[in-house]
């Protein structure tokens, strides 16, 4: 009993160091997994930010070039005159709104802003020397100069974008840009993204964060200080009292970052080149401890019931009456278990029954209103050679009372034709009326069941003035499918066909007959107006309909492609050449087995 004791209290602490030693290894694998999925959600939203700030910059990129193209600037700058001023001032106003621009101005090459989009304003840039900008040095030197800084007259922040004007004799002046990126922050701020953008100095100057705008994200250099003081930058903004993000940024990796009474979080950078702007955004990480530690408690809780599953299987060893107590209620509880399985098959197959005779009375009630949008036509159809007959009888009768006996058995024979057609159209309506298994019965031949749909729907194409043209008719095209359920497919779309083409006032639906592969291929090509794209994807839903109320049930191509999809096959609809649409109704091909009789 000593040496069981001793053996239970080792496999106790044996445990409890496996349970604690396993959930701390989850721990650390969840973690790093964790940290390596919120790094990849930081890389997206960093991609589509960067190309946010870049598409936002290359917008105005042409403009001041092209200012600089324009005779009345270059007249300005040639030969400065009030009447030249008032006259470019005009001009750049109507270019900044047009261009949706914050502001557009015309530096001399000394610096002094001669007209300006805001000269009616009393931030007006007129008359304002900027010769200590680097936009307005880059852009005399290079050709071109872009800066981001705090307008020095208006104190508004934006992006300024220079290009220089040459004359005869050298430079003339500059033409500016300012952009205002501020909808870039409030699209940010209203997204509650944690983005922004700092300089290649490290000062922050656009965030979704209020106050981490004009802070730096790095700890400044003192070259950086000077040349930001020397240039008035962020004029009115103190960037350098301010705490910096974090203390040292991982460009290549996530950075930390903790400020007082905030959660921490995970920061991610990108560069955005020439400019040496840096784009950064952050997430929190706590959701990721937190989920480290649920994942490193469930395995904890996994590994400590499985340790005790094994104490239980030891004690159980000692017990073995209990046992075989517990081995009786298991097998009873597995005889339950199978039971109400078993109730739950039969349950199961008579819901698939239910639902398979719906189905079916679908199929039905389908078939029937497409015979009830067709009724006036066979009507027609009927009464036509009805009347034909009473003519031909009549004759007949008369031949008879004259003795023409050639005459009268001529008459004769025509009523019996007329007779065979009426039984004909009769037969192919009962045919189709009736209640199809959902089963196919053998290989049919899918050219013979287009010829009976054609000729189903024959009165409603001669009552709606279109004709119906078969290609590529080849009775060795065979499918198995049922030929009353594939016939009302091909009904269905022929139906649909013809009243497209006669909405447009046209006279033709072409059905080709074709094979691809192992596939046949039955097309119904109208020339009607099409498919909107924006319904395309609902045309094959239940109940859904383009017709007038009363027109049709919306269960036609719904139908269809269920029967399609019974035997393998699909329902497509593409544009027709010309116009028009064309359905594409895709079979598995069947080859006729003949029957064998056993030899005597």
């Not at 300005?76 to 001032?89: A, G, I």
């Not at 036509?377 to 009347?387: C, D, G, R, T």
């Not at 065979?420 to 298994?437: G, P, V, W, Y």
Request: aromatic share 6%; hydrophobic share 45%; glycine share 8%.
């Amino acid at each position: 009993m000593a040496g069981q004791r001793r053996a239970t209290w080792h496999f106790r602490i044996a445990g409890a160091v496996l349970v604690f030693g396993l959930a701390a290894a989850a721990y650390l694998l969840a973690h790093e997994a964790g940290m390596d999925r919120l790094a990849g959600q930081l890389r997206d939203r960093l991609t589509l930010s960067q190309r946010s700030v870049e598409s936002e910059i290359e917008r105005f990129a042409y403009l001041p070039q092209v200012l600089g193209e324009d005779n009345r600037v270059l007249a300005l700058l040639n030969q400065p005159s009030d009447e030249r001023v008032q006259l470019v001032n005009r001009y750049l106003a109507n270019v900044a709104r047009h261009a949706q621009a914050d502001a557009v101005y015309l530096i001399d090459r000394t610096g002094l802003t001669l007209a300006a989009s805001n000269w009616d304003l009393p931030s007006s840039f007129v008359g304002h020397n900027y010769g200590f900008r680097p936009y307005f040095s880059d852009a005399l030197a290079l050709g071109r100069g872009a800066y981001y800084a705090v307008g020095v007259t208006t104190g508004v922040p934006g992006y300024f974008l220079s290009s220089r004007i040459d004359g005869p004799d050298g430079p003339l002046g500059v033409a500016v840009v300012k952009v205002d990126m501020s909808p870039l922050e409030r699209v940010w701020a209203e997204a509650g993204e944690m983005t922004g953008v700092a300089d290649s100095a490290g000062i922050v100057f656009l965030s979704g964060v209020p106050n981490w705008r004009y802070r730096p994200l790095y700890a400044l250099s003192d070259t950086d200080k000077t040349r930001i003081q020397a240039e008035r930058r962020y004029d009115g903004n103190d960037v350098f009292s301010r705490v910096p993000l974090v203390d040292v940024l991982e460009t290549s990796g996530l950075t930390t970052v903790s400020q007082e009474g905030l959660p921490r979080l995970a920061m991610s950078t990108a560069l955005i080149a020439p400019k040496g702007w840096r784009l950064f955004s952050a997430l929190p990480s706590a959701p990721v401890r937190d989920q480290a530690q649920l994942v490193a408690g469930v395995v904890g809780l996994l590994t400590l019931v499985c340790l005790l599953l094994g104490l239980y299987a030891y004690q159980r060893q000692q017990l073995t009456r209990f046992r075989l107590e517990q081995n009786a209620v298991l097998e009873r509880r597995v005889a339950e278990r199978t039971g109400a399985l078993a109730r739950e098959v039969e349950e199961r197959k008579r819901a698939e029954d239910e639902l398979r005779h719906t189905q079916d009375s679908l199929i039905h009630a389908a078939k029937l209103a497409a015979l009830g949008r067709m009724s006036a036509a066979i009507v027609h159809e009927v009464s036509q050679p009805l009347s034909a007959l009473d003519n031909t009888l009549a004759a007949a009768s008369l031949h008879v009372r004259k003795q023409n006996i050639e005459k009268s058995a001529a008459s004769i024979q025509a009523g019996r034709d007329l007779l065979k057609r009426m039984q004909r159209t009769i037969k192919n309506l009962r045919t189709f009326s009736s209640r199809a298994k959902s089963l196919p019965s053998e290989p049919i031949s899918l050219e013979q069941s287009i010829a009976e749909a054609l000729e189903i729907v024959a009165p409603r194409a001669r009552e709606s003035g279109v004709t119906t043209v078969l290609e590529g008719a080849d009775r060795a095209i065979m499918a198995a499918v049922n030929p009353v359920r594939i016939e009302q497919v091909f009904i269905n779309l022929l139906i649909n066909a013809i009243d497209a083409t006669a909405s447009m006032g046209n006279s033709q639906v072409l059905v080709r007959l074709g094979q691809s592969g192992d596939m046949a291929l039955v097309e119904f090509c109208d020339a009607g107006p099409g498919i909107p794209h924006d319904i395309a994807d609902q045309i094959t839903e239940p109940f859904f309909t383009t017709k007038a109320t009363g027109e049709g049930l919306g269960l036609g191509l719904s139908i269809s492609r269920a029967i399609l999809e019974d035997y393998q096959g699909t329902l497509g609809f593409t544009s027709a050449p010309g116009g028009g649409t064309c359905a594409t109704v895709c079979l598995p091909l069947a080859f006729h087995q003949p029957k064998l009789e056993p030899a005597k």
